[in-house]
């Protein structure tokens, strides 16, 4: 028999004991709620009959007293009469389970009815001035009054209801103590009941117990265990357990050994990858350094060369429209320079724009690997209040409603940090919903267990939403998820996750299509890390400019670039004041106006 039957067995005796203990104690207490419930019905009885007795006397009262004092004009109202006719009704509804109180509220009635018609014949004397009739009426009435007999009706009726109530009592005294008596039968039958079967089990169970603790403590210490025990129970299985686990550990201690060496040899065989990695970091970076600098030049050549095609077609327009042509050759040569060569200098110019943003995108992704960070105190709710003030324009364009939680301080990078929440409240205000009005909501999220290290952020809002099928590449670079609705190259979620990642966090998103988006981070307590000794960090947050011909003056502000946030990329609010133009972008202008200007 398994060990969990017989614990199962010594388990279901007592309970069946207490169970049928319980059932005769409930019962006790059903009977003495019955019984109280109809001592309240008996007096409740008792004082409707006295409310049946009490307008008959006033009524005999107010009789005799118009007798004596020879009042023809009084009347008994016959309202008192329905009204004590409705009281019986109350009193014999009171009485319906018992038919004997029901016929003597029969008797009560017929009592009263009599009463009212000995009233009803005073009163016609009396309104008729027959005082001699009264007097002799009432001497002949005096030994058998029928208000005596309406009140010896109702006196009856109240006796044997009392003679019920003091029977009901007594069964309520009776439940309650048979109540207590099987509690207490209860109690001691279970205490004695749980006593017995915690000896019988304990008694087949503990020798054998012993010899497992015993087992186990030698498998703890590298021992040879003791023999196995007898039995087919989970015990008996347990120990045969304990023996196959003391001979694996045994195999596992030989496999351990050639484990190690072997990742002695990968150890090295990483550290060989590792330096090729870097050295392929490297040569990727000089790549896109190279073909930054490469496309640089052809591009503002195009760009200006396209302004100089512009003014030229201005020219050609002017000398057209001083020429001698006639109207039908001059209307084609207008059209042919404004519908076909100026659409495509239009296309050619955005898409010499495109290309620029594109080259500026991939060196800031080169470049984010390189910035160095300085880890501080970081109050985020300065910081988030401060990049919400500098993006007050297009809040308010918007017609958006930013509300900022209470935010606890972290530890990072400032201005690291700043590019952030700058990246993520700019895609929730260029990703709302233009049909209603737009909410966002910054605040914290309790970490998970085991996790009090990490502070978690979100960036919350009611806007378009994300396809559900896009949600795994939207952190990738140059991925749009919405790319009609703002512009920019697709990278400012990809530099977001790459920051939040070097401060040791994680961002991650929850998304609904047409209801709106949460962006989730996780940064470091300020509380839960040690702060360097001073030498440690090299100082401020600086940009290792490899000779790429940029201006790298605004830090990591290029890491940035005004992307358009929900399809990767950065938030376009970064371009009125918190991010610096594109280096190549505002190449192209100022060789654009020099070419005009020449």
């Not at 087992?215 to 015990?235: C, K, Q, V």
């Not at 958006?400 to 895609?427: H, I, M």
Request: aromatic share 4%; net charge negative.
């Amino acid at each position: 028999m398994r060990l969990t039957t017989k614990g199962l067995l010594l388990i279901a005796i007592p309970a069946l004991f207490e169970l049928t203990l319980l059932s005769g104690i409930v019962k006790a207490e059903a009977d003495a709620e019955a019984a109280e419930r109809w001592s309240q019905h008996s007096q409740e009885v008792l004082e409707q009959a006295g409310r049946v007795l009490e307008p008959v006397l006033i009524e005999s009262v107010q009789l005799r007293g118009a007798v004596a004092a020879a009042d023809t004009a009084f009347s008994t109202p016959v309202s008192t009469w329905v009204d004590i006719d409705q009281r019986i009704d109350r009193l014999a509804e009171l009485v319906a389970d018992n038919p004997a109180q029901v016929e003597r509220a029969v008797q009560i009635r017929q009592a009263v009815q009599n009463y009212r018609q000995w009233s009803d014949r005073i009163q016609d004397l009396l309104h008729s001035g027959r005082n001699g009739e009264l007097t002799d009426r009432f001497r002949l009435l005096t030994g058998s009054d029928v208000l005596d007999r309406v009140r010896a009706q109702i006196t009856a009726f109240q006796t044997e209801e009392r003679r019920l109530d003091v029977l009901r009592v007594t069964a309520a005294e009776t439940a309650r103590a048979q109540q207590q008596t099987l509690v207490m039968a209860a109690v001691v039958g279970s205490i004695v009941l749980v006593a017995l079967a915690v000896w019988v089990f304990t008694r087949g169970v503990r020798g054998r117990l012993d010899t497992l603790s015993d087992n186990a403590s030698r498998l703890a210490g590298n021992e040879p265990l003791a023999p196995l025990t007898s039995g087919n129970d989970e015990i008996a299985r347990l120990d045969l357990t304990l023996h196959q686990i003391s001979q694996r550990l045994i195999e596992a201690e030989r496999l351990r050994v050639g484990f190690q060496a072997d990742l002695a040899r990968r150890a090295d065989q990483l550290a060989q990858i590792n330096e090729n990695l870097r050295q392929q970091t490297q040569e990727n970076e000089m790549f896109i350094h190279s073909v930054s600098h490469d496309l640089r030049a052809p591009l503002v050549n195009l760009q200006g060369f396209s302004r100089e095609l512009d003014h030229a077609c201005d020219d050609l327009r002017e000398l057209v429209g001083r020429s001698s042509l006639s109207p039908e050759a001059r209307e084609h040569v207008n059209r042919v320079v404004d519908e076909d060569i100026g659409v495509a200098l239009r296309y050619l110019q955005t898409a010499v724009l495109r290309a620029a943003h594109i080259i500026d995108a991939l060196l800031r992704l080169a470049r984010v690997g390189r910035v160095e960070y300085r880890s501080q105190r970081v109050n985020v709710q300065e910081l988030v209040q401060r990049v919400v003030d500098a993006m007050h324009g297009s809040i308010r364009a918007r017609n958006a409603t930013v509300s900022v939680r209470p935010l606890p301080a972290v530890w990072g990078d400032p201005t690291a940090l700043e590019q952030v929440f700058a990246n993520l409240v700019g895609n929730a205000l260029n990703y709302l919903d233009p049909t209603r009005d737009g909410k966002v909501e910054v605040g914290t999220a309790p970490a998970p267990p085991g996790v009090a290290s990490l502070q978690i952020f979100y960036v919350r809002d009611n806007g378009l939403g994300i396809p559900e099928v896009a949600l795994p590449r939207l952190f990738q670079a140059f991925q749009r998820m919405h790319g009609n609705v703002a512009p920019g190259e697709g990278i400012g979620l990809a530099l977001v996750r790459r920051m939040v990642e070097r401060h040791g966090g994680r961002v991650w998103v929850e998304s609904r299509e047409g209801e709106g988006s949460t962006f989730y981070l996780s940064l470091p307590d300020a509380l839960a890390v040690v702060p360097q000794a001073p030498g440690e960090s090299d100082g401020a947050l600086v940009v290792q400019d490899e000779g790429d011909g940029e201006d790298d003056s605004a830090g990591s502000g290029g890491d940035n670039g005004g992307d358009s946030g929900r399809d990767s990329g950065a938030a376009g609010e970064a371009r009125e004041g918190f991010i610096p133009p594109s280096p190549l972008a505002e190449a192209l202008r100022r060789a654009g106006g020099a070419i005009d200007r020449g």
